[in-house]
């Protein structure tokens, strides 16, 4: 089965409004270090952590905006509501790409575990090592498929925020992706 190339990801969204935005490559020993791992999706995860204060920001950017007259069409609102759904979409993109890479990752070295453990039959000491091996991604493994439950939370309460505040937001018909974003919120799915 061959594997995905790890995904490259800009933290652009997590790390504003820094000028130089830091470059992140996942490789498989980011999915094997657990540490690591967690670490990468906290960092991802603060954009949902600070919605509420995003929302105030923007809200206030887009008011300068329009007190300015730069601003584009529309309600101040609307704008800003807009402008946060687009980076929470583009965030859980992220977020969901990284976690399923590594999903794929640890699964895939479990069942090379699996297929060596097969081929050393009889070999006691190998075997245990193997074993030993197996039993260690099994534990990753878990914690890497938890994250999945862990992004639905996160997506949820970040959905919870933002309609608080943006009410009447409905993402347009002409942005499937969105739309697929948002329905999938609704129903908690993942898209």
């Known amino acids: 089965m061959p594997s995905k190339p790890p995904p490259t990801l800009g933290s652009l969204a997590v790390q504003a409004p820094s000028l130089t935005p830091q470059l992140v490559h996942v ?6 270090n657990l540490s690591t791992f967690k670490d990468l999706l906290r960092e991802y995860r603060r954009l949902d952590d600070t919605i509420t204060m995003r929302l105030n920001r923007t809200n206030a950017q887009f008011r300068d905006r329009d007190r300015a007259g730069t601003s584009g069409k529309g309600n101040v609102q609307d704008q800003a509501c807009t ?15 990284i976690v399923n890479y590594c999903v794929n990752i640890v699964d895939e070295s479990m069942e090379e575990k699996r297929k060596a453990l097969a081929i050393e039959k ?9 074993q030993a091996a197996m039993f260690a991604d099994e534990v990753k493994r878990n914690q890497v498929h938890n994250e999945l439950a862990v ?6 309460r970040s959905l919870d925020a933002f309609q608080s505040r943006c009410q009447y937001f409905s993402p347009p018909l002409t942005n499937a992706e969105a739309r697929k974003w948002w329905d999938a919120a609704h129903t908690q799915d993942s898209p």
């Open 83 to 97: 402008y946060i759904w687009k980076e929470l979409v583009e965030n859980w993109k992220r977020r969901e790409e």
């Open 122 to 130: 009889g070999d006691a000491r190998a075997e245990r090592k193997t």
């Open 27 to 32: 490789s498989p020993s980011t999915c094997h």
């Open 151 to 156: 992004e639905k939370i996160v997506r949820q």
